[in-house]
């Protein structure tokens, strides 16, 4: 820990804590008229900051209005809360960045179809550009699951089955995001998401402990080393324990193996799950602690067993103030890392070459294409005047 970040921590209050261990969902809470007001922004910060605000809900406003809106929300943290601690401003990445005026790339099923390394780095390079144009800060890829249930509903968003090729293409993303070291990239699902029970989302996953580290660890190990700085829990659970959970998968293996040194953030409304879905919790707070003991440090999207319910346990003493600590300083050191904590910090707004990255999209999109050989089926006979579609989702768009 460096010595600014244990200043930091020696002048936090208990309040200013736990607030950096959660996310603000709303970001159109803090818009007037498509711009930044301060006058709301002094009604839910009240004078402390924030571990990290989301992007996606205002997209679509555009390039620049997105751009001015950071600029905005940094300074007024800088400027109009105790510490002046800027926020991570995250956003979704997986094939291009989720703002309105971006560069869309394609999936990255396909893309890892070309077998380039270089061009997957390339993409990801152009990726970091356009995020750091408008101040974001961390973006919530890649995708390292290993798609080996096909009726997986998120198989687009992976590099396909393997997991050599996964590691080899996933560590090239993680570079590519990571090149101007301004920008953190979120390694997910950690682990073995990709393999749910009957392919639905938030199933169990059965594997042994040979098969998770033959297979599954592998592209995270790979993609570790290019110094990712976050890292996304699965929803799912592994034989039983759900991964948001598991000082195991968490601790042992994520930190003391694989080498972590970054922060971790739940998986949108993982923790709430484990309340309402997993029912490995008995009550909010219960929620928030396994989490934290396990070693999740930021829950997003919302407060649901972080921020005061953590506060009930530490007074009920089933956590200490040293976790929360630990949370906080591993989200700080992010932060720093990134040079939001720089006494000259402003976040990038400038122009990138929107000409260069859309013909890097397309020879992608060329690089992704797959042929496959026809042998009759298509073009449907003409006499064939009715196809059945059958199952419980036959009529669902």
Sequence with gaps: ??????????????????????????????LENGKFSKEKAD?????????????WQIHNLGKDEIANFVYDL????????????????????????????MTVFPQIIGLSSSWDEDLVEDVARAISEE?????????????????REPRWGRVEETYGEDPYLTAKLGARYTRGIRHSGKIAATL?????????ENGINLSPVSTGERKLRELYLPPFEAS??????????????????????????LGKILRDELGFSGYTISDYSAIKML?????????????GKQALLAGVDLEAPTEFGFGKYLLTSLKNGEISEEDIDRAVSRVLYVKERLGLLD??????????????????????????????????VLPIKKEIRKIAVIGPNSDTV
């Design 275 to 287: 309340y309402e879905f997993h029912k490995t919790a008995e009550s909010n707070s219960d929620a």
């Design 43 to 55: 009604k839910i910060f009240g004078g402390i900051g924030i571990g990290c605000v989301q992007t």
């Design 224 to 249: 570790i080393k290019e110094d990712p700085l976050s890292i996304m829990p699965a929803y799912s659970e592994i034989d039983g324990k759900p991964c948001h959970t598991s000082s195991k998968l």
């Design 131 to 147: 995020a750091e144009s408008v101040g974001i800060s961390q973006v919530f890829a890649p995708d390292l699951d290993l798609a």
């Design 188 to 196: 997910k699902h950690f682990a073995a998401h990709g393999d749910p």
């Design 74 to 101: 940094q300074e007024y943290l800088k400027t109009n809360t105790r510490l002046g601690i800027p926020a991570l401003i995250v956003a979704e990445s997986l094939h291009g960045v989720q703002v309105e005026d």
């Design 1 to 30: 820990m460096s010595s600014k970040i244990e200043f930091l921590q020696r002048q936090m209050t208990l309040e200013e804590k736990l607030r950096q261990m959660q996310m603000l969902e709303d970001t159109t809470s803090l």
């Design 343 to 376: 006494a000259d910090y402003k976040p990038g707004r400038f122009d990138f070459d929107r000409t260069a990255h859309r013909s890097l999209a397309l020879r992608a999109a060329e690089e992704s294409i797959v042929l496959l050989k026809n042998n009759g």
